[in-house]
């Protein structure tokens, strides 16, 4: 073994028996992972405690292949722990739930008879659904007033009626992926009398208004919005006041924090006073706002100095805040060195705690009465289950087991954490996920697979397509280059203005690593990964030819070619600054500018109407590497976005997925 490596293997089995979660075992009751479970996996979000704790609504959802749909349904379950009891009917969609102060009712969200998004609630008794609005257009969201006479909804500005014709631009930022061209229609605040019937406008402007708080005695309602002079053109967002009281022409929000990057997430403190909060507090104005450290900051209303609860020195993402029932803490999600945990900081002193850490992916929180705190949380073999942390405890309770029978049914391989120096001597964590019938002195085929989101990072949360990989015979390699998340601002800004560099050595001595452990075959690796990973994928093998086999999902080719055309007006600006100025920056970080140099078999496949990253860059990719006489293939999905979420589309993708890498990396030997 080369000394520039050690290896970190996590105590998985010991981790898993701490926090709840199952130790998989392969054995002849269980059988591989197959495209199909895919669709039989479902998943639970958005948990919403009882005012009284005793008990805890949550979503689950799911797909259905046969019909080509999504659904989500609507499930509570004891907090002391229970037998889940389904709120809405199998085969319909509801999401959003809420409990009603009363605590006797829950609400929801759902379609309507004609067609609209609208909150219904259910009396926790028994009996059928009641519609409580009718808003033409449609909810949006939703949320409480704290005497439950109220709601403060978010509406859609009506769209006019008008002759068929031709869209009509005047906006910076003109288009957005699964919407599609942007008018001017924004969303706006507005109060919902329950009994009474009636709505009433509180905001209103060209500016998004949204995450609605109303403070403990029902006086004011916070909201997040952009209201610069152009919203398009920066990443400000601040946290106003708005009197629920009055309409939107009697008044003028009041804007509560100034700090020129954003500011969001607001919550309440129990005082009334102050609003805790997620804030990018930096004086950089030369990156994109996704590469920066998010801190958890208080400010008292009236004041224009809020406190940094966190400082540079944690140097980590947090998200999600939510005050203990006293207000002496504040819980956030923190994305850590390839977890997502649960942490805590103090109101009075920023002291800051790390309550749930390990082999992790927090993925939602809310917070009992007792200040327990119920999160949804996933691991390298569970799709995502409900858990309670109990005030003084570091143990989690587990309260569901929403996919027990599949995972009984099946092998899952755990995860194995690697660290070791990239070229510069900077440390690179790598995931690798190994057969189930493993033997360290056979070699495997193997498969790097590359995150998207180039800011974000691979966690330890349950992943169905390594797993798939894993399943089917291969070693899958998942580094988190430099760039990637997790690892605090020095790191994250390593790709800056410098796209196919640090990221693709990374790559590469992840590689090389593997390949020295013994068990992996050098002649048969494979690489892949969708959007940004699709776009580092494309570099690599335009600077290798080492890999067999290849599949580029969603990815970019040539950034100039879709300047103007893609939604990302602010962040090209931002780091780049215009092609017209800076084009050998912007070919140089273009992949498309060495596709000459690729000679690995390579899947394109993208959706017709993706505009994150649109379909030109993959069509100019393999439209070139045709031309130059490569291996290539090209599939578009009709009426597909970024994503593809149809249930059909879905299935067809994973099944590509397994066939081209057993065409040419698993069975490359063969032919």
Known sequence: MNKRFHV?????????????????????????????????LQYPGSPQVSPDGEWVAYTVSGQ??????????????????????????????????????????????????????????????????????????????????????????????????????????????????????????????????????????????????????WSPDGS??????????????????????????????????????????????PVWHPDGERIGYITNDTDRTDVPGSYLQTKVAIIRVGEDEPELLTTDE???????????????????????????????????????????????????????????????????????????????????????HVNGELLDSIYLSDVEEL??????????????????????????????????????????????????????????????????????????????KAYGTADVEDVLVATDYVIEQGYVDPDRLGIGGWSSGGTLTNFVIAKTDRFAGAISGASVGWYTSTYGHDPYVRWWNTELGPPWKNRDLWDRISPFMYVENITTPTLFIHGEKDWNQPVIHSEQMYQAMKFLGREASLVVYPDAYHGIRRPVYHHDLLTRFVDWFARYVKNRDMD
């Open 220 to 265: 004011r309602i916070a909201f997040v919005s952009n209201r610069t002079e152009e919203p398009d053109s920066n990443w400000n967002t601040d946290i106003w006041l708005v009197d629920p009281d009055r309409p939107h022409d009697e008044q003028e929000p009041v804007r509560v924090t100034t700090n020129p990057w954003s500011d969001g997430s």
């Open 314 to 400: 944690l140097d980590r993402k947090a998200y999600g805040p939510a005050f203990s029932p006293g207000g002496g803490h504040i819980y956030v999600m923190l994305e850590d060195n390839g977890q997502v945990q649960l942490a805590s900081v103090a109101v009075a002193d920023g002291t800051f705690r790390r309550l749930v850490s390990g082999q992790v992916r927090v993925e939602a929180t809310t917070v009992a009465p007792d200040g327990s705190v119920v999160a949804v949380v996933s691991g390298p073999t569970l799709p995502s289950d409900l858990f309670v942390l109990e005030p003084g405890s570091s143990e989690l309770r587990r309260l569901t």
């Open 419 to 496: 660290r070791f120096p990239t070229l510069d001597g900077t440390e690179i964590q790598t995931f690798v996920y190994k057969p189930g019938d493993f033997d360290p002195d056979d070699q495997y085929p193997a498969i790097l697979w590359l995150h998207g989101g180039q800011e974000s990072q691979y966690d330890y949360g349950f992943n169905f397509r390594v797993q798939l990989f894993a399943a089917n015979g291969y070693v899958v390699v998942m580094p988190n280059v430099r760039g990637s998340g997790g690892r605090g601002q020095e790191f994250a800004l390593a790709l800056n």
């Open 8 to 40: 970190v293997v996590s105590s998985l089995t010991a981790l898993l028996l701490f926090c709840g979660l199952p130790v998989n075992a392969q054995d002849a009751d269980r059988r591989a992972l197959g495209v199909d479970d895919y669709f039989a």
């Open 64 to 213: 259905d292949l046969a019909n080509d749909r999504r659904w989500t349904r609507i499930w509570r379950v004891p907090t002391a722990g229970g037998e889940p009891l389904p709120m809405t009917a199998a085969g319909s969609s509801a999401w959003s739930p809420r409990w009603m102060p009363d605590g006797k009712h829950l609400s929801f969200i759902a379609t309507s008879g004609d067609g609209s998004s609208q909150v219904f609630t259910l009396a926790m008794s028994g009996g059928e659904r009641l519609q409580l609005t009718d808003i033409d257009g449609g909810v949006e969201g939703y949320e409480w007033s704290p005497d439950g006479e109220r709601l403060v909804v978010i509406l859609r500005d009506p769209e006019e009626e008008r002759a068929p014709g031709p869209w009509v631009i005047d906006r910076l930022k003109f288009k957005q992926d699964y919407v599609g061209y942007l008018d001017r229609r924004r969303g706006h605040l507005y109060t919902y009398d329950i009994d009474r019937r009636e709505v009433m406008q509180i905001t209103a402007g060209d500016f998004e208004d949204y995450s609605p708080a």
